[in-house]
């Protein structure tokens, strides 16, 4: 989406208020991934009520990696409860709803905050802002639609492979940046491929 489509549908709106600029209409969908070296939990459903992820997330373990993944951006009341429960600024929460914008670093005392675009390509390619908020142990990230490119990850964590279950939030938040750069380089040589096919 383009600076100035994302602009336009924020016209009119009140400064300072939540509003997802998007135009994808997906239902929402939450995956909740708790893990440390010996233990691994994942769940996935779509997102009902507070009550329902609550309970969920209050049946973590507080000594455990927590990666809360948000698939879709409609739902208001989900992602301010989110931003209320793991004191995520109101200013990062609008970032997150509006789309389209430039990727952004911002590293403060005790979190830290991105926002960039993922390319996947399945059938098509498919373009889409992603959000990622890092504190303590806890890793949460917003997507405007299902699927994206961080299976392999997913992978490894469920799998016990590789270091991600022993060395905490901070290596995930790392890896899916990674992967998510990654991705641009196979999309790049796989277009370069293209073109001098058809050449």
């Not at 905050?113 to 890092?134: A, C, D, G, H, P």
């Not at 990850?153 to 998510?180: C, P, T």
Request: zero cysteines; aromatic letters at 12%; proline letters at 2%.
């Amino acid at each position: 989406m383009s600076l100035l489509k994302t602009y336009k549908n924020k016209k009119g709106k009140v400064p300072g208020h939540l509003y997802y600029t998007g135009d994808k209409a997906e239902k929402t969908k939450v995956e909740v991934i708790n893990y440390r070296e010996n233990n691994y939990h994942r769940d996935y459903f779509e997102y009902k009520n507070i009550e329902e992820l609550e309970q969920k997330l209050n049946s973590v373990n507080q000594e455990e990696a927590l990666w809360i993944n948000v698939f879709g951006l409609n739902n208001l009341d989900l992602i301010k409860y989110l931003g209320k429960r793991y004191v995520i600024p109101d200013l990062h929460l609008e970032d997150v709803l509006n789309v389209g914008q430039r990727p952004k670093l911002e590293i403060e005392e005790d979190f830290t905050f991105v926002l960039l675009n993922m390319i996947n390509r399945k059938k098509e390619i498919m373009y889409e802002q992603i959000s990622m908020f890092y504190k303590d142990n806890i890793l949460i990230t917003f997507q405007e639609v299902e699927g994206d490119v961080f299976d392999p990850v997913r992978n490894r964590i469920a799998e016990g492979k590789g270091n991600v279950r022993i060395s905490g939030v901070g290596y995930l938040f790392y890896v899916l940046l990674d992967i998510i750069l990654d991705n641009y380089f196979v999309l790049m040589m796989n277009l370069e491929d293209s073109i001098e096919t058809l050449e």
